[in-house]
């Protein structure tokens, strides 16, 4: 094998080839295509009835754990740091102390107290 054949092989081993697409079916008449696609349409509109998603009733059950006696202190100081960086947010920049607060901690203080009410609840609704 030659130098050049050798570059020719590598050449070509690294350039595309351009792609064939196969032809299209031939088209059928033009009277059996409207009554298909009448057919298909009917079809969908029948499985589109049929699919009806069903409610999620999981924000429901979350916002009734979050109000729960056992979540409300939780939610309460969440709502309290959520309003301290907001009022930071609103304050011009002179009036800003310290670093900006994130309510990370608190939210998942939350969603933790709030996951494991509703645990329960979803998985006996779900059954």
């Known amino acids: 094998m030659t130098l050049a054949q050798f570059l020719s092989d590598i050449y070509e081993s690294l350039t595309v080839a351009e792609a064939q ?9 033009s009277e059996d ?3 298909d696609k009448e057919e298909k349409d009917d079809d969908k509109e029948e499985e589109e009835e049929e699919e009806e998603e069903p409610e999620d009733i999981m924000p429901k059950l979350i916002e009734e754990c979050e109000s729960s006696k056992k979540c409300a202190p939780l939610k309460h100081h969440y709502d309290e740091c959520a309003e301290r960086v907001q009022q930071w947010d609103d304050a011009s920049e002179e009036d800003r102390k310290g670093k900006r607060e994130s309510c990370v901690e608190e939210y998942f203080h939350l969603m933790h107290c709030a996951g494991d009410c509703v645990a329960p609840k979803l998985w006996a609704k779900l059954k």
Do not use: D
């Open 33 to 35: 295509k409207s009554e």
């Open 21 to 29: 697409a196969e032809a299209p079916p031939a088209e059928e008449k």
